[in-house]
């Protein structure tokens, strides 16, 4: 299975560490020690605060690579930028070279989500995350698919995985209507001489023959319980029915 970028994964670090540095920061600008907790805090300004608490949750949308982060994003860099401005415009504690060069790093830093194009795909289509998508392999399991005004015909899979089928296109009897993506179906799948597997699905795709793969459906389970789950992921593991 394919991970996570490290990328994304390093951005949110960088961001969450930043953002909690603060109060380090002021406590070494005033030189306060470890015991002057309430001064530090009380020298965070609420402009601060919204530096953190925008920055800690564009931080965990990035890593969740969630949809979120297209929105959390700008505007943690506008609370970043407004803030250092001010810092430059009004402080004496920082040059302003340093408040322009922080809101610039800031900026360069969230640069990836957006100018990469596999980036910007992922944060706007969250559910096709691949790493989270569970392992399938090559393997054959007789199956039963059966469903609303369509007869049952047995089948075999040509890879499963704990969440999915694909199955060689079964020959229906004449007349029965065919399968398209998006209807519904029931399947009776035998991991075993001593256990079937009984759920709902759903037709995904259907997809020609190529050099990969045969003609077939592409069948996600429905409803599963927790014990069927556990069921398929030994039999894709092991690779053999129970």
């Known amino acids: 299975m394919k991970k996570k970028p490290k990328l994304l994964i390093l951005i949110a670090l960088v961001i969450a560490v ?13 030189e306060h020690s470890v015991r002057e907790v309430m001064q530090v805090l009380n020298k965070i300004t609420l402009l601060n ?9 564009c931080s965990i949308s ?27 415009a009004y402080g004496i504690d ?8 922080a809101t610039a790093g800031f900026a360069l830093l969230c640069a990836p989500l957006f100018a990469f ?3 910007r795909w992922i944060l706007a289509h ?13 393997m054959s399991l007789p199956l039963t698919i059966g469903g609303l005004r369509l ?6 899979t040509f890879d499963l995985s704990e969440t999915g089928a694909f199955v060689p296109l079964p020959e229906f009897p004449a007349g029965s209507r065919q399968l398209n993506p998006g209807d519904g179906v029931t399947i009776t799948l035998h991991l075993g001489s001593y256990r079937q597997l009984r759920c709902e699905g759903r037709v995904v795709r259907l997809s020609k023959e190529s ?19 556990h069921a398929l992921k030994r039999v894709v593991d092991q690779g053999v029915g129970l």
Do not use: M
């Open 18 to 30: 930043s953002t909690l540095s603060i109060p380090l920061q002021i406590a070494l600008i005033y």
């Open 49 to 57: 605060w919204f530096v953190i608490f925008t920055g800690l949750a």
């Open 62 to 88: 990035i890593f969740q690579v969630s949809s979120r982060a297209r929105v959390l994003t700008p505007i943690a860099l506008a609370i970043v930028g407004l803030n250092n401005w001010i810092v430059a």
């Open 94 to 101: 920082f040059a302003p070279s340093q408040a322009h060069v």
């Open 117 to 119: 194009p596999k980036f």
């Open 126 to 138: 969250p559910k096709q995350r691949w790493w989270l998508t569970p392992p399938r392999k090559q």
């Open 151 to 156: 007869p049952s015909v047995r089948a075999t």
């Open 211 to 229: 050099t990969t793969h045969p003609e077939g459906l592409g069948i996600t389970f429905l409803g599963l319980c927790k014990g069927d789950r």
